[in-house]
């Protein structure tokens, strides 16, 4: 098993399971050390990750962001993801309010509830799992609440309520778009040394003092 292989496997674990950016920039800056150095000492990866390198992979993932984490952080996004929709609706219309209707927020409760299941548990849903599941969860709920419910605004929706929503998620959005920038402009860093720090929920340290 080859350095390249180790760290591809680890990568395309931690983006499966929802980690940011940022943290799998780190943590694939001190795995890349470690194998750096056990190759200077005549040792293979596996004498630094183990014989399933999943399972290295997945073990780090839980201890670097546990459920409780990923659960807060998708709280935050979601609001994000919605509030420009919301917003768009506003300035097409050229409203200062928007009538909310039960369809719509069912169509979005329902999508929010099986993105924020979905990537707290399996990672990124991706665009086409997304437009899936708008298609196959998400409309006949919206049709089903239309026909029982009719179209009679529950409330009106000021403008404010969008922006407010935007806010939670920057700090996240802006994170992750600062580490996909210094991904790009310093990935060679992966392939060479790099100042360690040791991350707490590593397993690594385990594994070397085996």
């Not at 591809?8 to 470690?34: F, P, Q, T």
């Not at 399933?52 to 992979?57: G, L, P």
């Not at 009719?150 to 939670?168: I, K, S, T």
Request: net charge neutral; charged share 25%.
């Amino acid at each position: 098993m080859t350095r390249e292989h180790v760290v591809a496997i680890c990568k395309s674990n931690w983006e499966y399971r929802g980690i940011d950016d940022a943290s799998v920039r780190e943590m694939l800056d001190e795995l890349s050390a470690h194998l750096d150095d056990a190759a200077a000492a005549g040792r293979d990866a596996k004498d630094v990750v183990g014989e399933d390198v999943k399972s290295f992979a997945a073990a780090w993932a839980r201890a670097r962001k546990p459920l409780r984490q990923r659960a807060l952080r998708m709280a935050a996004l979601i609001p994000c993801v919605f509030g420009p929709m919301l917003l768009l609706s506003h300035l097409l219309h050229w409203s200062y309010e928007r009538p909310v209707i039960p369809s719509r927020l069912v169509f979005c409760a329902v999508l929010a509830i099986v993105v924020v299941t979905w990537e707290i548990r399996r990672g990124s849903l991706g665009f086409r799992k997304l437009l899936l599941v708008q298609l196959l969860i998400g409309l006949p709920a919206t049709f089903l609440t239309a026909w029982l419910t009719g179209d009679d605004p529950l409330f009106e929706l000021p403008l404010w309520v969008p922006l407010l929503m935007m806010v939670p998620g920057l700090p996240y959005l802006v994170a992750d778009c600062r580490a996909k920038s210094e991904s790009s402009t310093g990935s060679g860093q992966i392939e060479g040394a790099v100042p360690r720090v040791q991350d707490e929920g590593s397993p690594l340290g385990r594994i070397e003092d085996q």
